[in-house]
């Protein structure tokens, strides 16, 4: 025993050596070696295919979790100038990470890759001609719906609002055990998305001065919208994708997800018995009003304030988000490419498999991502606003107050932490 | 009671044995000479003139690891950290959004800290998340140790290695087992009370929430604490209570009167490790948060300080919070074992 | 836990024996209380990602083979590593650990010399940090010296434990007589070499409790390698688990490979501590406290 330890150690050790010497790949200076952090299965292919192209720089993926848990590493790390020269980073934490100084401004070497993306999507990275990532997926909403079940209780696809309250009613009506939807009080960016498709604006800047405005009418209007949904017991009020959610979507009985177009992987995550049963449709709109939607989710591969060789990291990120071996991983894998080039190529690949029955999904899917709503800005301390959102959200639920008065004290809770912090803020 | 709290350096167990140092300064002093009485040892004081030169390094080079390693992982991060709940991040008008810096602010962390409700609130559902489990696990604890102390039972190497096994299994894997048991659509229990027509148990709603999280503490510290318990009732010499059965003293009285209060000593350990399990819950709350509606980001004191540090990056903010946690912990272990030491220690000897 | 002692109580029974039915039930409670989630993992890692949601919680699935398998492929073995890192960072930290405090203890409880009790009480008020505390300036000294991320970044700070080092305080009071070391002495041994040759052996038994407490404290502890690391492949078993469980936006959490890493396990780990159980002298943890 004493001696097998020491033996194992060492073993580990010339195993970590081997690890690390295959990253430098022949140890030749000419060789640039990206660290790159990003969650999600998809990324290994990627990479392994940028890596076989390109024998002057090689990628190394380090999977330092999801979207939240990532970022708060990457906040440690950067402050310890250890971060990776690459990153995955939500489109709502940009502004969390640029205020801490962990992103870098690439504006001098992106050239013309703006061209390769609507305005839209490009705005969610770049801020007064500075531009702090490139967007890698986006989820621009959509209506996804248990066509399978729709169609055995006779009910119709909602195109408005308003429509859709009257599906909820009748859905009710039909099966008692259904809901045709449910209200998360914990999804933060799915409010947000509904309240920006109603014209709210939460966070502005003008040099360096903050309004924010998580209460403003907009979004006072989309509150009281489910809050009235929620009083008639026409919406499920309860957290998403728990084990219990799970279940109810397996039984049936939840009808639609309003949610990014990344929606379809998650449900046939946890409910594969029910491919071919879903489908999309166009997100429901207010009565004459814009259809334009949000987006809500995806990602965008920025570079660090860390990274030595800026050429070679961006270069990285340009293929990664332009070049068809990349793209098309994403979209065999449930992905929505940010790019046009790779949305273009996926209109040409099959439908996926959660909703591999119908025909136009990548025309609804397309028509979606070409009609966004312009201009969209996070804050700075979009993880506050998260955890205030999900809180007051919780307990209005609850406790039964109005989810208008939710929406207030997040207000007042992210207005506070930014004064506090600093920010000139009016709000 | 939630391992995910316990600091590599602060417990080599659960939260629960983590909490045993403090217990040392209820034993005796190093130097008081008094030992171990009760294995008999002889006073340590021993040969100091004898030993020479050598002898007289000795110690310290039989220390320098250990201490080398504590200034290293303890002292000086426990520095850091009280340097750090003096800094702020603040806004300096630099780049399109302004940036964020350290600068020193003085006590306005712990100003902040202090007067927010939310803290306060947390410190309350913590004391009712105690008051229920720190009992109910030194109770069962107790009275399983007694029961297999007590020759009449059946069943007891099976029922003790049964009631123990929960503690091999880590905090937070213990808090999604039972979610899943509390879980409407997959709770056994409810399966049960729904065939029998009584309607599922709302283990996650409203206040049924505080004793199913305890409920979680109780499961795994029962068996730590039983052991325990049950090796201090071991050591207890037979014919005591020989000699109380021959005058005509009942089992049960036996156990109240006489096995009881030889290890309470025991029972104080045991009550200041639940105490700073409770004081570093974290892991069970946060565990259960996404299943339920009831629990918020700051529903106990830890969970604030884990928002401030990993979700706010809020560091200062984070190491002013443990600070304040730590000066509890301190205050609350020491007003224990003063409490418990008059009475128990006193009365028993 | 025979169906006799179990059994509704019969008239047969006589005074003494019907006293000895109750404490039987109430301990058989007590087991049944704690093997109840126990059970539910065995059952719950045979069922398949829809079974598990779908049929009784009680009721065993069809998956368990899938799962089994599902869970040593996932990332090319990840699992696996995980465990293997498990072993190391639980095994060779407590290992370490474990003779540090036995050493330490040893001088704690042997030897006077200035500070001694300064000194012992420092360390002790150790166990007070909520570990929170400790982990973000851990981090930074981590970094600071280049080894975050590293092994060793989880390694070495688990190697001071403070309880630990109470531990092997209190049992070299009680294991090491003074006489013996003062008839060494007088025989010119060392001091080192009392303490290799005489003290060690003696405190033996005393220091396979620690190492035991250590291991499961180590195999548990989440927080630090969660922070200091960020490389998937040098993540610890329950950190591993942790991220199959807390999957990004766009990515459904997996429930079924989590339960089923889980049991795979948790069951070695209570098989090594049944065997262990016998050498455990947990008695000497109150063992201080007897004045």
């Known amino acids: 025993m004493r001696v097998r330890i020491p033996r194992r150690l060492a073993a580990l050790a010339a195993v970590t050596a081997l690890l690390s010497s295959c990253g430098l790949a022949g140890g030749d200076d000419d060789v640039v070696t990206l660290d790159f952090w990003c969650w999600g299965d998809l990324q290994t292919a990627r990479v392994d295919a940028f890596n076989a192209a390109h024998p002057d720089i090689q990628v190394r993926r380090t999977d330092a979790g999801g979207g939240n848990d990532s970022a708060t590493k990457l906040l440690t790390a950067s402050r310890a100038g250890n971060a990776p020269d690459v990153t995955c980073v939500e489109y709502q934490t940009i502004p969390a990470l640029v205020v801490s100084d962990v992103l870098a401004d690439i504006a001098d070497h992106v050239g013309g890759l703006a061209d390769e993306f609507t305005d839209e999507t490009w705005q969610l990275t770049s801020f007064e001609g500075q531009v702090y990532g490139v967007p890698d997926d986006v989820g621009p909403m959509v209506l996804l719906y248990n066509r399978a079940r729709f169609e055995e209780l006779g009910l119709a696809v909602p195109a408005t609002w308003e429509e859709f309250a009257e599906v909820a009613a009748e859905a009710r009506e039909r099966d008692p055990d259904t809901y045709v939807a449910t209200f998360s009080p914990t999804e933060f960016g799915n409010f947000a998305g509904l309240a920006q498709q109603g014209g709210a604006t939460w966070w502005e800047v003008d040099d360096r001065r903050w309004t924010v405005g998580i209460d403003d009418e907009a979004s006072q209007r989309v509150a009281g919208y489910w809050q009235d949904l929620i009083d008639r017991d026409l919406v499920n009020a309860e957290p998403l994708l728990t084990p219990e959610w799970n279940n109810r979507v397996n039984r049936g009985e939840v009808l639609t997800w309003p949610a990014g177009l990344w929606s379809p992987s998650v449900i046939y995550g946890?409910?594969?018995?029910?491919?071919?049963?879903?489908?999309?449709?166009?997100?429901?709109?207010?009565?004459?009003?814009?259809d334009a939607v949000a987006f809500q989710g995806g990602s965008a591969l920025s570079v660090t304030n860390d990274a030595e060789n800026v050429e070679a990291a961006v270069e990285f990120v340009s293929w990664m988000e332009t070049a068809a071996e990349s793209t098309d991983v994403q979209i065999s894998g449930g992905q929505y490419p940010a790019s046009l080039s790779g949305q273009e190529a996926a209109v040409l690949s099959d439908p996926p498999t959660l909703t591999a029955g119908q025909d136009d999904y990548w025309d609804v899917a397309t028509a979606a991502a070409r009609n966004t709503v312009p201009h969209i800005q996070w804050g700075p301390n979009v993880t506050t606003a998260n955890d205030a959102y999900a809180d007051a959200f919780s307990a209005a639920i609850r406790d039964r107050t109005p989810l208008t008065d939710a929406l207030a004290r997040t207000q007042r809770e992210v207005v506070a932490e930014m004064e506090r912090v600093g920010f000139p803020v009016t709000g | 009671m939630s391992e995910t709290t316990s600091g590599p350096a602060s417990?080599?167990?659960?939260?629960?044995?983590?909490?045993?140092?403090?217990?040392?300064?209820?034993?005796?002093?190093?130097?008081?000479?008094?030992?171990?009485?009760?294995?008999?040892?002889?006073?340590?004081?021993?040969?100091?003139?004898?030993?020479?030169?050598?002898?007289?390094?000795?110690?310290?080079?039989?220390?320098?690891?250990?201490l080398a390693l504590f200034v290293a992982f303890l002292a000086i991060p426990v520095g850091y950290a009280l340097y750090l709940s003096v800094q702020g991040l603040r806004i300096v008008d630099e780049g399109?959004?302004?940036?964020?810096?350290?600068?020193?602010?003085?006590?306005?962390?712990?100003?902040?800290?202090?007067?927010?409700?939310?803290?306060?609130?947390?410190?309350?559902?913590?004391?009712?998340?105690?008051?229920?489990?720190?009992?109910?696990?030194l109770g069962a604890a107790l009275l399983f140790a007694l029961l297999l102390d007590y020759g009449g039972a059946r069943a007891r190497r099976f029922s003790r290695a049964a009631i123990f096994l929960p503690y091999a299994v880590p905090g937070v894997i213990a808090s999604l087992l039972w979610g899943f048991m509390y879980l409407p659509s997959t709770s056994p229990f409810s399966h049960v009370t729904e065939e029998l027509g009584l309607g599922g148990?709302?283990?996650?709603?409203?206040?049924?929430?505080?004793?199913?999280?305890?409920?979680?503490?109780?499961?795994?510290?029962?068996?730590?604490?039983?052991?325990?318990?049950?090796?201090?009732?071991?050591?207890?010499?037979?014919?005591?209570?020989?000699?109380?059965?021959?005058?005509?003293?009942?089992?049960?009285?036996?156990?109240?009167?006489?096995k009881v209060p030889l290890v309470a000593p025991a029972l104080v350990l045991t009550g200041l490790f639940s105490l700073i399990g409770t004081l570093q819950v974290y892991g069970e709350p946060t565990m259960l948060r996404p299943m339920t509606v009831e629990i918020d980001q700051t529903w106990v004191p830890l969970m604030y300080i884990y928002r401030d540090g990993f979700i706010r990056d809020d560091l200062p903010m984070a190491a002013a919070g443990s600070v304040v946690l730590a000066i509890g912990t301190l205050v609350l272990s020491l007003a224990l074992l003063r409490v418990t030491q008059r009475r128990t220690f006193g009365g028993a000897q | 836990m025979s169906a006799s002692t179990t059994g509704a109580r019969r008239p047969g029974l006589l005074p003494h024996q019907r006293a000895r039915l109750l404490p039987?039930?109430?301990?058989?409670?007590?087991?049944?209380?704690?093997?109840?989630?126990?059970?539910?993992?065995?059952?719950?890692?045979?069922?398949?990602?829809?079974?598990?949601?779908?049929?009784?919680?009680?009721?065993?699935?069809?998956?368990?083979?899938?799962?089994?398998?599902?869970?040593?492929?996932?990332?090319?073995?990840?699992?696996?590593?995980?465990?293997?890192?498990?072993?190391?960072?639980?095994?060779?930290?407590?290992?370490?650990?474990?003779?540090?405090?036995?050493?330490?203890?040893?001088?704690?409880?042997?030897?006077?010399?200035?500070?001694?009790?300064?000194?012992?009480?420092?360390?002790?008020?150790?166990?007070?940090?909520?570990?929170?505390?400790?982990?973000?300036?851990?981090?930074?000294?981590?970094?600071?010296?280049?080894?975050?991320?590293?092994?060793?970044?989880?390694?070495?700070?688990?190697?001071?434990?403070?309880?630990?080092?109470?531990?092997?305080?209190?049992?070299?009071?009680?294991?090491?007589?003074?006489?013996?070391?003062?008839?060494?002495?007088?025989?010119?041994?060392?001091?080192?070499?009392?303490?290799?040759?005489?003290?060690?052996?003696?405190?033996?038994?005393?220091?396979?409790?620690?190492?035991?407490?250590?291991?499961?404290?180590?195999?548990?502890?989440?927080?630090?390698?969660?922070?200091?690391?960020?490389?998937?492949?040098?993540?610890?078993?329950?950190?591993?688990?942790?991220?199959?469980?807390?999957?990004?936006?766009?990515?459904?959490?997996?429930?079924?490979?989590?339960?089923?890493?889980?049991?795979?396990?948790?069951?070695?780990?209570?098989?090594?501590?049944?065997f262990l159980q016998r050498f455990w002298r947990l008695d000497m943890i109150s063992g201080g406290l007897k004045g």
């Open chain 3, 24 to 274: 039987t039930v109430v301990l058989l409670i007590g087991a049944f209380y704690c093997l109840v989630p126990l059970a539910w993992i065995v059952v719950a890692a045979t069922k398949s990602n829809t079974e598990l949601f779908s049929t009784f919680t009680f009721t065993p699935g069809t998956g368990l083979l899938d799962n089994l398998r599902e869970l040593f492929t996932y990332q090319d073995g990840a699992f696996g590593r995980w465990a293997l890192n498990s072993l190391l960072y639980a095994g060779l930290g407590s290992l370490l650990c474990t003779l540090i405090s036995a050493v330490a203890g040893y001088a704690f409880s042997r030897y006077e010399f200035p500070g001694r009790t300064a000194l012992f009480y420092l360390i002790l008020a150790g166990v007070l940090l909520p570990g929170m505390l400790l982990a973000i300036p851990q981090y930074i000294i981590m970094t600071k010296i280049g080894m975050v991320g590293s092994y060793w970044s989880v390694l070495l700070p688990g190697l001071i434990s403070p309880f630990a080092i109470y531990l092997a305080r209190v049992y070299a009071d009680a294991a090491v007589p003074v006489s013996t070391i003062e008839s060494a002495r007088m025989d010119g041994a060392s001091e080192y070499r009392i303490f290799g040759t005489i003290a060690l052996p003696m405190m033996l038994p005393g220091m396979v409790t620690i190492f035991m407490l250590q291991f499961v404290g180590a195999w548990n502890n989440f927080l630090l390698p969660y922070v200091m690391l960020s490389d998937e492949s040098r993540f610890p078993i329950n950190v591993g688990l942790y991220t199959l469980l807390s999957k990004g936006s766009g990515e459904p959490s997996l429930y079924s490979l989590a339960i089923v890493g889980t049991a795979v396990s948790v069951l070695p780990l209570i098989a090594l501590l049944l």
């Open chain 1, 270 to 290: 946890i409910a594969e018995g029910q491919a071919g049963d879903w489908a999309i449709a166009p997100l429901p709109h207010w009565e004459g009003e814009s």
């Open chain 2, 96 to 137: 399109v959004f302004g940036t964020r810096s350290e600068v020193f602010v003085g006590f306005a962390n712990y100003a902040d800290i202090l007067t927010d409700s939310t803290f306060w609130a947390g410190f309350g559902r913590m004391a009712l998340y105690g008051v229920i489990g720190v009992p109910l696990t």
């Open chain 2, 11 to 66: 417990g080599p167990a659960t939260d629960l044995a983590a909490g045993a140092a403090p217990a040392a300064v209820s034993a005796p002093a190093p130097d008081s000479g008094s030992g171990n009485g009760a294995r008999g040892a002889p006073p340590p004081r021993a040969g100091g003139g004898r030993r020479g030169l050598g002898g007289f390094l000795a110690p310290y080079v039989f220390l320098t690891p250990a």
């Open chain 2, 201 to 258: 148990i709302p283990f996650l709603d409203g206040g049924w929430i505080f004793p199913s999280l305890a409920n979680i503490a109780v499961w795994g510290g029962i068996g730590f604490n039983m052991i325990i318990i049950y090796t201090a009732l071991r050591g207890i010499p037979p014919e005591l209570a020989d000699a109380a059965r021959i005058d005509g003293c009942s089992e049960w009285r036996l156990a109240l009167r006489i």
